[in-house]
């Protein structure tokens, strides 16, 4: 064996099966079960008497002597039933263990046993069913507090506890602790092998609480120092540019800008006119027009002669953009350029070439524009788009074109103000609170199974207004052997809903439609030639449809509420009022739904969304799903992030590349190489 290093079926008791179920929690050798943290712990440490166990909540140990010889029977279906009479010194109860033949055998009588399940009272007989059992003193099972871990089902809980103790034993505690000594000595915690040694075999719940307080530290001390080590790696002194007035942008646009855009246009003229490189985020709720402010800094960037670039993460975005700018520079004669891969090889070549002379002053498109044959004459600056859906690899590509350009990152998904402000301290902020005038909030309403005919009566007359709706399914379609029903799926739906509605115009969109399929599709509804357009998550971000006044989210119960407000946000763009229905018969869900019929404003909402499923991957490419932190959350552990974030500030301000923390440099590294490894 390779200690650590070996694969998990190389490991005792894990065949091709139970390696397959391992390696779709991420585990693949040995190691990686010291980081497969539990997510709680059963209190198995105490024993209670018979007479007292029914009166417990939860499962309990009892300690009772077996009486009598236990008794099987066969039951239905062709199972068995396995009776054992056990007692202490206070009465008697009966543990019952059904499909589990060898107990018969495995319990003898006259022998002590510990039994661990919930103590159950029917009249005066007292019984448990299928406990965990193990002779007294054993201290396998019991007489502890043990770890449950996460998604293990199919998993034998004997093989994940045999690998867990076996990688304690293989690891070498004697290396230095990554974790600087004088933040240990700060902030009072345990070493390393304390740590792990505590979250996976702790014999108190002190041992627990030390334990996470450690590893919290170490995982959100590790994410700060990876954000400032990249951020440092990029930042230099940026190109100064001549401040033109941007008044004479204002005027010739159709509408007249908020406050709120031409405040932070200024800040981000400003920076652009310093002479150092802008670096700045721009955060705006749904519909804020961050689009517009973008717009403005490429005006400077094109004024000076140079070049502006602007990157989407969809190819629907990425030509939605191009056909705003356009629109907002055909007044000044320039000339904008799109590239995305879904363009022949003669567009591609033809976009390139307007791009390497500087022909295209304004370059929209999507990773495409970061590809090692797209050279640019004179980049001023670079915009990207729901900068969150752009993985680590995209992102220092982008900051590698770049060089000394400018650089602004926008997304519209409302993360919290504090946590922004923590998470992207290496960026300036500008947040846009202010709607343009004239907008209406979107009325929406939680809907039950039973209106949905309602419902559909209100879309079609709409539709015969000249209104039209989006409807979201979260799935595409309904997989064969898929047990859940109830999940609607886009293709069936679509289908279903014409029968219902005959004479309606309906449309279908979703991800595995080809690039130039989804464009289609969303520009005949653009043009108001679709009166429904049923979808998957794929109209999320920054698509406009003028026309679409209604959206209906089928099991909204699945998706967080910051996605159910970015996905609204497609309706109530113009002055009509909208309305967004959440179909829904979740009664669990009943509440977290009512906070999206209450507030219109993201950041609330973002802020419940954060405390009730936990942030989102904020170096990969996830926003929805998993969290990226593995101990840590966020909600709780504010205070640690924000002194974990000072301390890692202090150390990249004194050692910016890391040279004196080898031990640090290489988690860092791992961190990013995961990261990368995730992308490709």
């Not at 520079?329 to 033809?350: D, H, I, W």
């Not at 022909?359 to 929209?364: E, K, L, R």
């Not at 590809?371 to 670079?382: G, M």
């Not at 103000?417 to 939680?446: C, H, M, N, W």
């Amino acid at each position: 064996m390779n200690g650590l290093t070996t694969p998990v079926t190389a490991l005792p008791g894990v065949g091709a099966k139970t390696a397959a179920k391992l390696n779709g929690l991420g585990i693949y050798c040995l190691g990686d079960f010291l980081t497969f943290f539990p997510r709680g712990y059963e209190d198995r440490s105490k024993t209670v008497d018979i007479f007292e166990s029914t009166l417990a909540e939860g499962k309990v140990c009892v300690r009772a002597l077996v009486r009598s010889t236990p008794t099987s029977t066969r039951i239905s279906g062709g199972k068995t039933m396995v009776k054992v009479p056990v007692c202490d010194s206070t009465g008697a109860m009966e543990m019952v263990f059904f499909n589990q033949p060898y107990v018969k055998t495995a319990l003898e009588a006259g022998r002590e046993y510990i039994f661990f399940g919930k103590a159950e009272a029917f009249g005066s007989r007292k019984s448990m069913t299928n406990p965990l059992f193990e002779p007294v003193d054993a201290g396998v099972k019991t007489g502890r507090l043990t770890p449950i871990y996460p998604g293990t089902a199919g998993l034998k809980p004997r093989i994940v506890h045999s690998c867990v103790e076996l990688a304690l034993l293989s690891a070498d505690w004697s290396r230095q602790d990554p974790l600087p000594e004088n933040l240990r000595t700060k902030y009072k915690l345990c070493s390393q092998a304390d740590a792990y040694s505590w979250i996976h075999k702790p014999n108190t719940w002190e041992d627990v609480r030390q334990a996470r307080r450690r590893l919290v530290f170490e995982e959100l001390f590790l994410f700060c120092l990876t954000t400032g080590y990249m951020s440092n790696l990029s930042r230099k002194k940026g190109i100064r540019l001549r401040e033109y007035d941007i008044n004479d942008f204002y005027a010739a646009l159709p509408f007249t800008p908020t406050n709120g855009q031409k405040d932070a246009s200024a800040q981000m003229i400003a920076d652009m006119c310093s002479g150092s490189k802008m670096n700045r985020l721009l955060q705006g709720d749904v519909g804020s027009g961050k689009t517009l402010v973008a717009a403005a800094c490429a005006y400077q960037a094109v004024r000076n002669g140079g070049q502006a670039v602007i990157m989407a993460p969809t190819e629907i975005l990425a030509s939605q953009h191009y056909e705003t700018f356009s629109r907002f520079f055909e007044p000044f004669g320039v000339r904008c350029a799109l590239l995305t891969s879904s363009m022949t090889a003669a567009q591609k070549k033809l976009a390139r070439e307007h791009i390497k002379n500087g022909d295209a002053q304004i370059v929209c498109g999507t990773h495409a524009l970061i590809q090692d044959s797209v050279e640019y004459r004179n980049p001023y600056l670079f915009v990207v788009d729901e900068q969150h859906r752009f993985g680590v690899r995209q992102r220092a590509a982008l900051q590698q074109k770049a060089g000394d350009a400018h650089f602004l990152v926008m997304s519209a998904t409302p993360i919290p103000r504090t946590l922004t402000l923590i998470l992207y301290g290496d960026l300036s902020v500008s947040v846009l609170s202010e709607k343009p005038a004239g907008r209406k909030p979107v009325q929406t309403f939680v809907v039950p199974e039973y209106k949905r005919d309602g419902m559909y009566n209100m879309v079609w007359e709409r539709a015969q207004a000249g209104e039209q709706t989006y409807i979201i399914c979260p799935l595409i379609e309904q997989s064969e052997d898929s047990e859940d029903t109830e999940r609607k799926a886009a293709a069936d739906y679509a289908a279903a809903l014409q029968k219902k509605l005959p004479r309606a115009r309906i449309g279908l969109m979703h991800g595995k439609l080809k690039a130039q399929e989804k464009d289609e599709v969303m520009e005949r509804f653009s043009r108001g030639e679709l009166d429904v357009l049923v979808s998957t998550t794929v109209v999320e971000v920054g698509v406009d449809a003028p026309g679409a006044q209604i959206i209906i989210i089928e099991n909204a119960e699945m998706f967080g509420l910051s996605q159910l407000h970015q996905l609204r946000g497609r309706v109530g763009r113009g002055s009509k009022q909208a309305y967004c229905f959440l179909m829904s018969n979740s009664e669990s869900a009943k509440e977290r739904l009512k906070i999206m019929c209450s507030t219109s404003d993201g950041f609330r909402i973002a802020e419940e969304d954060l405390r009730l499923r936990g942030p989102g991957d904020f170096l990969g490419d996830r926003q929805h799903g998993s969290p990226e932190f593995t101990v840590a959350n966020l909600t709780s552990d504010m205070t640690v992030l924000s002194c974990a974030k000072d301390e890692a500030e202090a150390l990249i301000r004194s050692d910016p590349k890391l040279r004196n923390s080898p031990l640090l440099l290489q988690k860092v590294q791992r961190i990013l190489e995961s990261k990368l490894a995730t992308m490709n």
